[in-house]
């Protein structure tokens, strides 16, 4: 176990050490660098950070560039110290201490279009091509009020890139495990309109055995600004992705063989995708007002080996209108978020897709008005207050058929044989089809308080009423296994109290923050394998948990030389269940502390290196009752080299996890799922 203590005093150290460094160099002439001013659109106040009252990270298109990073979520880990974990190809992010299901706090948004599934599926994250991203906005911390009931523990906002003149850029990269990553992208524009497009593809065999994974994305964006200054955004993307998946191994094979897998090959997924958005921006005299729609598709057919098949349709419908008025000293956001997400899901019997014992369909409709007044009390002093109100509309019709009636032939120890119950179409089986609908509301408060102290200095305090309202197959069990109720009536909303207090330090070549927080959750939500049902239902559900306090703190420090520079992040949770059975139990695959920190240094004019170190303390696996192993706590190094040969020419270098350290991303009940061992990847950047 890591002493968090240590581990403040060494940040604090560093942050010290880091300004004494920076103030005079060896003949005493100071050569602190100004850092450049930015504005920070991910709170809807479009203002420096420092009249923000909210943890925020911004990630930039030069920042992009530097980091060398393959991903979203690698970028993310590296330049956000946001906690990932891998389980069969789902990459899940997660903030503010929640372990299974930790995706569905945390809303992804892209040019404003929602990333997240509307069930507990996978985000697909190679929808976002790094070199078709402008900018990153990460918002710690509830924000329920502004970006709805996904927005539990964060925000990631996304912006992609707007051609603003002409450019062209092909990157390629291979590696280790025969990846292989290839993109182009371009763009054609002048000072009121811009159109780019690209492409991406990425292929690798995987550390383990039966993870092989396949992408392919392709968008195209347009952009007008009016005479009048109103601005439109268009954008259009699509692509499909195959994933292997690859079990988690018992311990002794874990530490043995960790790139073995426990299946065979035939389990995995092929997944296919577009979206489409439009968002509109007017600004007039008393502020402005933005209208944004949105439409997105994802199918899915997924195999588990045998006889367990399935094919997942989702779409999702989105109209979001919302005005920004300006009465100095009041300023007053309001909308409307108008959601319609459906899903159908099929399952089959056979790799054909040709016996089908049941299918579904299930829909859920949002309405959401919202309301957000910011008061300037002094020049210093800013107070800031919202609401938002939530009417949601559940739907789930699902059939089953009687599966005698569903294959032609039987088999025998004589061989096939016709099946005289055979029927095309089969006759439903009343007992276990089910339809319901279940009305919600949900409501979400805020209140912050901001006093800009100096220049570079800012103190804020924030409180946050939040919720979560459950997902599809949170809520009803369509996908084949009987649950101990078709659909449950009583599970809630999660609810909880989040109180927030930070400060935020910009300063020359300077710069640091730091939050504490304390979010007390009341009715989380979890699946409980023991619950029995009745009616000849099968056993299990998710229930809500019951009381969850979680406490802890986020820390950053950035430092900016001419020819060098440091940063390091950490980020500290502790979590305990407050009731119930499991009272005194930390959370389940939670990481008490994970940090990153990097350093880099330009020898020459056109050449930059770069160290990046990772550490996750231990943590509990899958059980709620702490009683399995803990997943054991690591230090990741990785290295990177970029030369730049010639102004529109780099190439570059990366070894990741240099000294071979074996580590498990994630686990669960004895599972363990293995990190990736030591990568050697080359690439080259052509920008014209």
């Known amino acids: 176990m890591i002493n968090p203590r240590l581990l403040i005093l060494y940040y604090v150290a560093c ?38 009252p909210a943890d925020v990270t911004r990630i930039a298109r030069d920042t992009i560039d530097r980091s060398l990073a393959t991903s979203v979520p690698d970028l993310l880990q590296t330049e956000a110290n946001l906690y990932f974990s891998t389980i069969s190809g789902s990459t899940n992010v997660s903030m503010r201490g929640f372990g299974e299901g930790s995706g569905l706090r945390s809303l992804i948004l892209v040019d404003g279009q929602q990333l997240n599934p509307s069930d507990m599926g996978r985000i697909n994250w190679e929808q976002i091509p790094l070199d078709s991203v402008e900018s990153i906005e990460v918002l710690r911390g509830g924000h329920n009020v502004l970006y709805g009931d996904r927005a539990l523990a964060g925000v990631i906002k996304i912006e992609t890139r707007r051609a603003a003149g002409e450019r062209l850029n092909v990157e390629g990269r291979v590696g280790s495990f025969e990846s292989r990553q290839a993109s182009v992208s371009g763009g054609v524009g002048a000072e009121n309109w811009g159109v780019s497009a690209g492409a991406f593809h990425e292929e690798s065999d995987g550390y383990r055995d039966h993870s092989d994974s396949e992408s392919r994305n392709y968008y ?91 094919k997942n349709q989702q779409s999702s419908y989105n109209l979001k209108p919302s005005a920004r008025i300006e009465m100095d000293p009041v300023t007053l956001v309001f909308g409307t978020d108008w959601i319609y997400e459906t899903l159908d899901f099929t399952e089959y019997l056979d790799e054909a897709h040709t016996m089908v014992p049941g299918e579904a369909e299930l829909s859920e409709s949002r309405i959401a008005p919202y309301l957000l007044v910011e008061y300037e009390l002094t020049d210093q002093w800013t107070l800031s207050a919202g609401a938002r109100y939530e009417w949601i509309r559940y739907k789930v019709d699902y059939d089953a058929y009687e599966r005698s009636q569903l294959n032609p032939f039987n088999e025998t120890n004589r061989g096939q044989r016709p099946n005289p119950f055979y029927k095309n179409p089969p006759d439903q089986d009343p007992e276990t089809s089910f339809d319901d609908v279940v009305h919600e509301e949900g409501m979400a408060a805020e209140i912050s308080l901001n006093y800009r102290v100096s220049d570079d200095l800012s103190v804020w305090f924030g409180y946050d009423r939040v919720y979560r309202n459950p997902v599809f197959d949170e809520r009803a069990g369509y996908q084949g296994y009987s649950l101990a109720e078709n659909v449950n009536q009583e599970l809630e909303a999660e609810r909880g109290d989040s109180y927030e207090l930070g400060f935020k330090f910009l300063n020359g070549a300077h710069e640091f923050s730091a939050t504490a ?24 559900l998710n229930i809500n948990l019951g009381a969850v306090n979680r406490y802890g703190g986020d820390l950053a420090y950035i430092l900016t030389h001419n020819n060098w520079g440091f940063s390091t992040r950490l980020a500290y949770v502790h979590t305990e269940m407050r009731a119930g059975e499991g009272k005194g139990y930390e959370v389940p695959l939670v990481p008490a502390i994970h940090t990153v920190s990097q350093l880099w240094w330009k020898p020459l004019e056109r050449l930059r290196l770069n160290l990046v170190h990772r550490l996750n303390d231990e943590y509990e696996g899958g059980d709620f009752d702490n009683s399995e192993a803990k997943i054991d706590a690591y230090s990741v190094y990785n290295i990177q080299a970029e030369l730049e040969c010639t102004t529109h020419a780099q190439v570059y270098m990366s070894v990741g996890n240099v000294f071979d350290k074996l580590y498990a991303e994630s686990g669960s009940y004895g599972s363990y799922y293995p990190g990736d061992g030591r990568s050697l990847s080359v690439g080259f950047k052509l920008n014209f």
């Open 15 to 52: 942050w010290l050490g880091g300004r004494i460094l920076l103030a005079e160099d060896v003949e005493g002439t100071v050569v602190a660098q100004e850092l450049e001013s930015y504005t920070v659109i991910a709170f809807d106040f479009k203002k420096e950070t420092l009249e923000i």
């Open 220 to 310: 195209l964006t347009a952009g007008r600004t009016f005479q009048n200054g109103d601005d439109l955004d268009l954008r259009v993307g699509w692509g499909d992705t195959d994933l292997q998946y690859s079990a988690g191994l018992k311990h002794e094979t874990y530490k043995s063989d960790p790139t073995s897998s426990n299946y065979e090959g035939g389990e995995g997924s092929h997944n296919e995708y577009n979206s489409s958005s439009a968002r509109y921006e007017a600004l007039r005299e008393w502020g402005s007002w933005e209208l944004f729609t949105g439409y997105g598709e994802d199918e899915t057919n997924w195999s588990f080996g045998g006889d367990s098949f399935g």
């Open 517 to 540: 927080f304390l979010l007390l959750m009341e009715n989380e939500i979890i699946f409980d394998g023991d619950v029995e049902g009745s009616n000849q239902l099968g056993t299990g």
